[in-house]
């Protein structure tokens, strides 16, 4: 990550000399982000754990550092609350003995390293350094004959050195138990280096920085899009990939853009990239789907390949029509290999050459959700929008809580996403679904229990989506503390359930255009005792709005929405709630 991290910095400016012996270890800006706890792709301080820690101890100085990256491992991390309390002078801070202060003042009196073991043993206990270094293998092997031993040895020369035996027993059994578990300074203070240098890049390179992160990672698309969200919500712009700019990786643009590599597309591959990186530096820039087939290696860049550059939108800078593009992939690939045939023959035996055959294919073209369906199979996630934005506009007076403001309350309320990935589990009651859901701001996991998941089993669908009924509550850890939410699903409906469950009528905008008859040919087919149809009709002259009467209720079913929506514009077509 470093080494192309400045690798990325000296391409978008090439007069750098930036080098890790750089970096100043006293940046206020590089400390603002531990405190802040943005620490996404910052070396041993990603996890949820240590932010929760960073927030509490707000590192200033990179000892803080070092002294947290050894605390925050089974055993030493009971000791972080001490650690955090004496930090910010909210407890004090005692010393069995004052030849203590100067070995433990630097971790505020608690005993984090291993090395501060051996200089107490060495300075109250009388050891000699090899003799430390003893003392610290057998308390980390926990040997009983030979901690016996050294009790006996420590306890005799704290006292010889003018230290009570039972302060001296107290002290050893305070070292005993950390020794077990302590971590090596220097090993810490090495990882604390690398973990600073990673976050001063990231305030300051961010674009090189986040670049080489996603190069990394560019083969798990989870982490792709995790990501990719750090990198929006750093003010950074993430381009889309695209056959004439992306190289395999992903790489900076200039301080503020990355642009998507094409290696981050499903059924690539570096040599098919490879090909069309080197077609498009000797040729210039593709044309169109023709011209690509025709000047790559088509046995690197085969249809499945395109297949996977159309759908995750890599040609949408030459032609957006993906489903017309989809559709054409044969076409092109035939024309270009008659092309190159009947060139070979014409420099055999002369002659005329014929006039290239069309190669594109008249086709539909997708939805808003067919493409993003399409996209998401090539990218492992959304990129160009979002299929729940088709529908936030609908579902604002209903759904008032996005997935990234989801919080406890007393009473059920109502959430909303897309089905992006569930696991079922088979337990003493019953199956037990964790549904993770997106709406594009933020993702949440949800739980839905043998009744519930058997009720909404149809409803669960990747890509689909749904509004939960939830009752949200803290999770909590054996010890009580809190380590997130708990989301119960009470009820999960489908978009077609909630508008006949809250619907209250849906109303369509028409002007002087429109006519009775092909309205009521749209509606025939869906009439029922469901919802009220309202008309709004403007025709410049004057406006109104017209309730249908109870013979035209329809059945609010997708189908319907997106008759109307392709007739009159999806704007004019909303099912009030």
């Not at 010393?95 to 608690?110: A, F, K, Q, T, W």
């Not at 098919?272 to 088509?298: H, Q, W």
């Not at 860049?301 to 297949?307: A, G, L, M, P, S």
């Not at 406006?543 to 008759?563: M, N």
Request: hydrophobic residues 45%; proline residues 4%.
């Amino acid at each position: 990550i470093l080494a192309r991290t400045l690798e990325y910095v000296r391409k978008l400016d090439p007069a750098s000399t930036l080098s890790l012996d750089d970096i100043p270890l006293d940046d206020p800006a590089t400390y603002k982000l531990f405190q802040q706890a943005q620490t996404s792709a910052v070396f041993q301080f990603e996890s949820r754990g240590m932010r929760d820690l960073l927030k509490q101890a707000k590192p200033d100085r990179f000892d803080d550092l070092i002294a947290l990256n050894a605390l925050y491992r089974p055993g030493p991390m009971d000791l972080i609350p001490d650690y955090v309390e004496r930090r910010h002078g909210r407890a004090r801070v005692d010393y069995l003995d004052p030849r203590l202060e100067p070995i433990l003042r630097p971790s505020y009196g608690v005993m984090v390293y291993q090395e501060q073991v051996m200089q107490i043993a060495q300075v109250i206990g009388g050891y000699t350094l090899g003799g430390a270094d003893l003392l610290r293998r057998a308390m980390g092997k926990k040997k009983p004959e030979e901690m016996a031993k050294h009790r006996d040895v420590f306890v005799a020369g704290a006292e010889k050195n003018g230290l009570a035996k039972g302060r001296a027993v107290q002290l050893f059994d305070l070292m005993e138990k950390f020794a077990g578990y302590g971590f090596n300074k220097s090993h810490s203070a090495a990882y604390a280096l690398v973990a600073y240098q990673t976050a001063w890049l990231k305030v300051h390179h961010p674009a090189a920085f986040m670049a080489a992160n996603l190069s990394l990672v560019m083969d798990d698309t989870d982490k792709v899009r995790a990501l990719r969200d750090d990198a929006l919500a750093m003010g950074l712009d993430v381009l889309p990939p695209d056959v004439n700019a992306s190289g395999w990786r992903f790489e900076p643009v200039d301080a503020k853009r990355i642009r998507y590599g094409l290696g981050g597309i499903k059924g690539t591959g570096e040599q098919a990239v490879a090909s069309i990186v080197a077609a498009r530096a000797s040729g210039g820039p593709f044309r169109d789907l023709a011209d690509l087939v025709a000047r790559v290696d088509k046995r690197l860049v085969n249809r499945r390949v395109i297949e996977a550059l159309v759908k995750g939108g890599a040609f949408d800078s030459i032609d957006r029509r993906r489903a017309t593009l989809l559709a054409s992939i044969a076409n092109a690939m035939n024309e270009a290999e008659r092309a190159q045939a009947q060139a070979a023959q014409t420099s055999l035996f002369g002659g005329d050459v014929a006039a290239p055959a069309p190669v594109l294919v008249e086709t539909r073209e997708w939805s808003e959700a067919e493409r993003l369906q399409h996209e998401k199979a090539a990218l492992g996630f959304y990129l160009s929008g979002h299929p729940y934005a088709a529908h936030a506009a609908e579902l604002a007076p209903l759904v008032r809580t996005a997935l990234s403001e989801v919080q406890p309350r007393a009473e059920r309320y109502l959430i909303a996403g897309i089905v992006t990935a569930q696991r079922v589990q088979t337990g003493r009651k019953g199956r037990i679904a964790f549904v993770t859901l997106d709406d594009g701001r933020g993702s949440q996991e949800i739980v839905v229990f043998n009744e519930a998941y058997e009720q909404a089993r149809a409803v669960l669908r990747e890509d689909t989506l749904v509004v939960v009924e939830v009752k949200v509550t803290q999770r909590m850890s054996e010890d009580g503390e809190v380590t997130g939410l708990r989301i119960l699903a009470e009820q999960v409906h489908d978009l077609a359930t909630v508008r006949r469950k809250w619907g209250r009528s849906l109303r369509l905008s028409c002007n002087g255009n429109a006519t009775v008859e092909h309205l009521a040919g749209i509606l025939a087919p869906f009439r029922s005792d469901g919802l009220p149809v309202v008309v709004h009709y403007a025709n410049g002259a004057c406006e109104g709005d017209l309730e249908l009467s109870d013979e035209w209720k329809v059945t609010p079913d997708e189908a319907l929405i997106a008759r109307l929506a392709d007739w009159l514009a999806p704007a004019n077509v909303t099912v009030q709630y």
